[in-house]
């Protein structure tokens, strides 16, 4: 079982930047792919960004691409999001996430893969 605890976020103003961070519990951080998700008022949550066991492999969503990097370092259990450029539209509840993965590159697509959540992090984004 992992345990997950979101920080970093806050509020900045449009064109700004923040950094999250996704501590992890337990020994066995190497063997989960881990993922950013947000949930914005009134909407789904969806898929921010995404990273496999070794970092290898990453994969984000169309409305972060170019400006968001996802990395992990597993020797300190964590997970980061470097959010550049931000955007009103990126103000939601961030959440990290982790999904076992028996693949070293493997990035699990589906939401319901993922079955460790932390509490979440409020990033607020000005005008």
């Known amino acids: 079982q992992v345990q997950l605890v979101e920080s970093g976020g806050g509020l900045v103003q449009a064109g700004g930047s923040l950094r999250l961070s996704c501590a992890a519990s337990?020994?066995?951080?190497?063997?989960?792919?881990m993922g950013w998700f947000r949930r914005a008022p009134g909407k789904e949550r969806e898929s921010v960004a995404r990273?496999?066991?070794?970092?290898?492999?990453?994969d984000y969503a169309d409305s972060v691409q170019g400006r968001f990097t996802i990395s992990r370092d597993n020797a300190k259990n964590t997970i980061y999001l470097q959010m550049n450029s931000l955007k009103p539209e990126d103000t939601a509840i961030y959440y990290c996430?982790?999904?076992?993965?028996?693949?070293?590159?493997?990035?699990?697509?589906?939401?319901?893969?993922?079955?460790?959540w932390g509490q979440g992090t409020q990033v607020t984004v000005s005008s």
């Open positions: 337990g020994r066995t951080f190497s063997s989960y792919a």
């Open positions: 990273i496999s066991r070794n970092g290898g492999s990453t």
């Open positions: 996430a982790a999904s076992p993965s028996p693949l070293q590159y493997w990035i699990p697509r589906g939401i319901d893969e993922y079955e460790y």
